[in-house]
């Protein structure tokens, strides 16, 4: 079993930065792919990026490549999704999800966060 905690979610401007984290417990977490996915106001949700339980190995959706970076911290068991150019199509809650693969698919994430909440105003 694996808990999640996402934090650092809030209303910014267009343009600004914003750095999401995501501290997990439980059973060898650091093991675990970890992924951010995003679901904004009547849309489904959406995969943001993925990083390997190494640290080694990251994926990005297109509409966040170049703007956004994943990176963890496994001494501290913690992942960050560093948000930079933010626009308002990036506004939507965002949760952090654990999985023993490296894909982009929802369905294989078995543990997920609560979610914390991203407004970007323009």
């Known amino acids: 079993q694996v808990q999640l905690v996402e934090s650092g979610g809030g209303l910014v401007q267009a343009g600004d930065s914003l750095r999401l984290s995501c501290a997990a417990s439980?059973?060898?977490?650091?093991?675990?792919?970890m992924a951010w996915f995003r679901q904004a106001p009547g849309k489904e949700r959406e995969f943001v990026a993925t990083?390997?339980?190494?640290?080694?190995?990251?994926v990005y959706a297109d509409s966040v490549k170049g703007r956004f970076t994943i990176s963890r911290d496994n001494a501290k068991n913690t992942v960050y999704l560093q948000m930079n150019s933010l626009k308002p199509e990036d506004t939507a809650v965002y949760y952090c999800?654990?999985?023993?693969?490296?894909?982009?698919?929802?369905?294989?994430?078995?543990?997920w966060g609560q979610g914390t909440q991203v407004t970007v105003s323009s």
């Open positions: 999800a654990a999985s023993p693969f490296l894909l982009t698919a929802r369905s294989v994430y078995d543990y």
């Open positions: 439980g059973r060898a977490a650091s093991s675990y792919a």
């Open positions: 990083i390997s339980g190494g640290g080694t190995k990251t």
